[in-house]
């Protein structure tokens, strides 16, 4: 079966048509940008995913059909959070409110004192990023837009109508709203009383890998796409990131350093004595769990670093003096906290801090110090992930895995063994395996993994015990100045 995998990342729409065995057999990337605002607000016009989408379709089809490759399925996964109004004939009424967006704290602050009712029901505590706080804020400081919306729609479920005509989000997504009860895995009447969210503006919940419909005659004249392909709902991008990166047994952890970063392992039911340091998700296998942290800003922070203050220097030269002060390994610490806080405490008034610096300091130490303080804000994160699961091992991807440099300060910084593979479709193949899966073609994840991946083992690196020990006296530091000042 060849299948069409559609990723919806923060920088760009990707398409990926898989052949039987998970090769790839063509692909197309289309880039695009949020729009950040100087008051915390992060936009982004629904035209330019509808126009990527019919764009980047309409030129693996023509490929397809060229090299007589039948397409047969479509699967698409996403980046999850980011909201916007819908008018009842389908049309956004205005931009989305991207997952990055803050505008929200003032309300998040009202509803925390609801926190201990929220993350029983939900799995995580109020926060900025989850769709259903920048649901409720459109309700309450919005009215008039609220008044003219019919839906409140994700970036996948506008992509999917679009498809196929459909409205419904799978429990992946729904998960990261605040408003689905994690043990029945449907929309809680309770949480979406709290919230002040209509029920009557919500979309479906269905099962991931789930076909929710399939591609109209209108979608198939713009695009070249077959008429009646099956479109698939695959789950979320970072649980799909770690679903293609193998992360099935508790234990193996997913460490994703993107424009945030993201870690996720598997969990088969809601843990007992979950803590609400760390989020329970909904996973891209059906009826699943995952245990996820996030820090909002990670290779956005690393970009913003290296365009302001090094931007002749190549990622070759980066690589260089990452590796040269990491032999010395005498970081100042720095709180990567641009954007906020994620986990464990959802904190979006954080902000950066850079302490410690001495007359000694050059740029190539302090882009190495932020580095370091972006891994420590992971390592905090996988002590969270410990309380409940043992971790063993951790498979990486994203930006900041290009270097072997970078790649060993993470193993040093966390204390783990880390694996990194060649194969940069991690995310893609997910929703492959998802959709793969949750049709019926394999009878589970691990067989179907085992059928379309490749070794996704990788170059391994092992941490050295007396830099992770010095380091980790850097991260207790870090945390103490944290408490200090927030």
Known sequence: MNVLVIDVGTSSLRGVLFGACGQKLCSRQIGYSPVYRSDGRVEQAPEQFLDTLTETVKTIAAWADENSEPIEL???TSQRSSIAPI??????????IMWQDARNASLVSELEKHNDFVFKLSGTRVNTVFSGAKMAWIEKEGPGLAARSARYVTIPELLIHQMCGEWAIDQTYASRSNLMDIRLRDWSTELLDLFGVPAG???RVVEPGSAV???TEEFSLATGLACGIPVVSAG????CGALGQGIFAPGDVSIVTGTGAFMETTVYEVPDGLSPRVICNASSLAGAYTLEASVPTCCSAFDWYRRTFCPEMSFDDIA?????EHRRCAP???LPHFQGRGTPDWNPRARGVLAGIDLSATRESLLYSLLVGIFTEVRINLDSFEDLVPLTHGRISGGLTGTPAINQVQADVYGLELSCADDTESTARGALISALVGQGVYADARSAFRAVSADVDGKKYVPDNVKHRKLAELKAASEELYRSVY
């Open 213 to 215: 419909g399939c591609v």
């Open 74 to 76: 479509v699967s698409i």
């Open 87 to 96: 008018d009842a004939a389908g049309n956004p009424l205005a931009d989305f």
């Open 201 to 203: 503006k919500l979309s």
């Open 320 to 324: 260089l003096a990452v590796e040269a």
């Open 236 to 239: 979320g991008d970072q649980q």
């Open 332 to 334: 100042s610490i720095v």
